[in-house]
DNA sequence: ACGCTCACTTAGTATTCCTTTG
DNA sequence: CAAAGGAATACTAAGTGAGCGT
């Protein structure tokens, strides 16, 4: 039995083991974008930058897309990252207003003086003074291997930048995405373009590609690489770590510190979550052209490869990233090099978030009073803001701002659709949507009476696929948020929750008892905290190959146990006693096992929990930290390593 | 007020590493 | 010593929210 059987007494067992990748859809689905083969802008060899210019049609008029009574962004921008190069830099926003302003500007700036540098933002809080690194790690040049592509059944030697894309599909065979037919159009779209200017155009049904000679290679070079002697793989990994040393550190402030994700992308074929739009296109190669540099004015400019150039190197003081580039599959999107999860710049930003979020313990009441009150007797708007800042505060749920269409149709508070809540009266609600990552909410809570009316009221007369709280959005209830308390946003609750109840649950329920129960009573309080926030993973495949084993494991020893015990003999009491215990830990271990197999406990403790609560414990506890934290987690939270035993949140 | 971009945090999954087991 | 198993780390997608321009 899963925790979340638990918590929903009427969910059926067997949602939890369906595998990854396979998790329901959501109750309520918005009308699937139409698909759009007009899409332009990729058929180009991978590393080649433009693209011919070339009309395109619009995608669906608005009125296609889900009957919603509200704004929603219409779609025709999420296909200018498909319009030819030219007509977008006529266009405002996006990459093209960077690249844009970028030439005009070795002007002056920074304190207080006359004109700023056009990157820039006025009200911009400064955050370094000097800055100075290494630029990025490049991924290793594509070598052909000369594979055929089986096309009607004749082998087909492909060019370089050909047979590299079709590899990245090729080594996909295995993986869920390689059945969805989304990933597969959106690939075989890419993949066509690129042959069709050169000598395999002639390749242009996919029923007659057949990638199996690639695949084969592909796992045969699994082998080769997995016959390696050890040695000789931990000398070539010390040769690499070597070469790359100096790009994971970076100099702030005179301060040496380490960087976080400096080798770039490589290409490879979209994989994006749920029932994504887009997945499968192809991620073009990054090239030194495609990255801004941000370095310290007077710092040496990292390199370039030999042969290249930066596309722009600027000195913004007011963001923390060194390097960044534009994304080639959400065009509007942006990648960054940033400081690593050890450097001051993010421990003082971590440090920042959880004060933050005890400073909410201060105001919560008024808070909680305040949306009492509103649901009363405030207007419709009111109403709204109060609702869904209760849904926050008690159930740890996300914002949920508006998506475009090109992206997986996924929901938070803000978003949620009449068809995600079931009204259970007297007053429990139950809801499924699809939340963060298209994973999936389903829980039932009872709420506040006045809640259970505010929503039926909101709800009333409207479709499954309207909005629930047409009146707000995030803007707005962060605004009414800041009113209360400044600085407070939707997303402080669910630190603020999930600190709370950690600290809560380890001063109620730890044990007295040896450190593994102690750390038993640990994890179990994580875990609650993971539920709370809705923290999933996918199950394991091997998971129920191992339940299994564990299964015959116990019945062995329970089978043994009762012999024993049929023998009647005193000689056995010891042995039985023994044996008792370890069926009794088998059997806790087993349950466990499978009550977190579907919860994922890291992403709070890296995240959500102050790690502050967490020291102060394994002090009071005499538990040592590595009890609970992995040797990054222990770097990362360096900053809590001396807190008081007192430590409250 | 609204739409949109930018910068940064949060997230699940893939891969690697390390330990245990047979 | 290899294979299995599990923990830890690497990777990159997908959120939030400030702040800008209109």
Same mark, same amino acid.
């Given at each position: 039995m899963t925790e979340r059987t638990m918590i929903l007494a009427t969910m059926s067992d067997s949602d939890d083991d369906v595998p990854l990748g396979a998790r329901m859809p959501q109750a309520v689905k918005r009308p699937a974008p139409k698909a759009d083969s007009s899409d332009s802008d990729d058929d180009v060899p991978l590393g080649a930058r433009m693209p011919a210019a070339k009309p395109k049609p619009k995608k669906k008029p608005a009125s296609a897309s889900k009957p919603k009574p509200k704004k929603r962004k219409v779609d025709s921008d999420s296909d200018s990252d498909d319009e030819p190069i030219g007509s977008l830099m006529k266009k405002s926003g996006g990459a093209k207003a960077r690249v844009a302003k970028s030439p005009a500007a070795k002007k002056r700036k920074s304190g207080g003086g006359a004109s700023s540098p056009p990157w820039v933002k006025s009200g911009a809080k400064k955050m370094w003074t000097t800055l100075e690194h290494c630029g990025v790690v490049f991924p290793p040049a594509y070598e052909p291997n000369g594979v055929p592509l089986t096309y009607d059944g004749k082998d087909v030697v492909l060019l370089p930048h050909e047979e590299e894309v079709a590899n990245f599909f090729a080594v996909m065979k295995d993986t869920d995405y390689a059945q969805k037919d989304v990933f597969v159009n959106n690939f075989w779209d890419g993949f066509k373009k690129i042959l069709r200017n050169g000598p395999h155009a002639h390749i242009k049904e996919f029923s007659k590609c057949d990638f199996t000679k690639m695949y084969a290679w592909h796992l045969e070079e699994r082998e080769k690489k997995k016959a390696i002697p050890n040695d000789e793989k931990k000398r070539a990994k010390a040769a690499k770590e070597k070469e790359e040393e100096k790009y994971t550190w970076a100099t702030i402030d005179g301060r040496k510190e380490k960087v976080g994700n400096y080798r770039v992308e490589p290409p490879g074929l979209f994989r994006g979550r749920g029932e994504h739009p887009k997945m499968g296109r192809i991620k073009k190669r990054i090239m030194p052209e495609d990255i801004t540099i941000n370095c310290g004015k007077d710092a040496k400019v990292p390199e370039p490869p030999p042969g290249h150039k930066w596309k722009e190197v600027i000195h913004n003081d007011t963001v923390t990233w060194l390097c960044g580039w534009n994304d080639s599959v959400n065009t509007k999107d942006w990648k960054y090099v940033q400081f690593g999860a050890t450097s001051s710049i993010k421990a003082e930003s971590d440090i920042a978030k959880y004060e933050k979020a005890r400073k909410l313990k201060d105001s919560v009441e008024k808070i909680r009073r305040d949306y009492f009150a509103k649901m009363k007797k405030g207007d419709p708007l009111e109403q709204q803001l109060a609702v869904t800042t209760y849904l926050v505060d008690k159930l740890a749920l996300r914002a949920g701002g508006e998506k475009d269409e *090109? !992206?997986?149709d996924t929901v938070g508070v803000c978003t949620l659709r009449v068809g995600h809540v079931e009204f259970m009266p007297p007053s429990t609600l139950k809801f499924d949507f699809l939340g963060k990552d298209s994973i999936r909410y389903l829980q039932e809570h009872e709420v506040d009476p006045l809640v259970f009316a505010a929503m039926s009221k909101f709800c009333k007369g409207k479709k499954p696929e309207h909005d629930i709280f047409d009146k707000i959005d995030p803007t707005k209830v962060n605004k009414h948020l800041q009113s209360l308390m400044p600085g407070l946003t939707i997303k402080v609750f669910r630190t603020y929750n999930a600190s709370y109840v950690l600290n809560k649950l380890l001063r109620e329920e730890t044990p007295d008892g040896t450190v593994m129960q102690k750390k038993a009573a640990y994890d179990a309080a994580n875990k609650e905290v993971a539920v709370l926030c809705n923290h999933q993973k996918g199950v394991s495949k091997a998971h129920d190959a191992q339940m299994e084993k564990l299964e015959d494991k116990r019945k062995a020893m329970a089978k043994e146990l009762a012999s024993l015990r049929k023998e009647k003999l005193d000689k056995n009491k010891g042995k039985i006693a023994t044996l008792k215990e370890r069926l009794a830990k088998l059997e806790l271990n087993i349950k466990m096992k499978d009550e977190l197999k579907t919860v994922s406990l890291g992403t709070s403790k890296i995240n959500? !929990? *102050?790690?502050r609560i967490t020291i102060a414990w394994c002090k009071r506890q005499e538990v040592p930290p590595p009890t609970v934290f992995t040797r990054a987690l222990i770097e990362k939270f360096n900053w809590s390593m001396e807190v008081e035993p007192t430590f409250d949140f």
């Open positions: *090109d !992206l997986a959500y !929990l *102050d790690p």
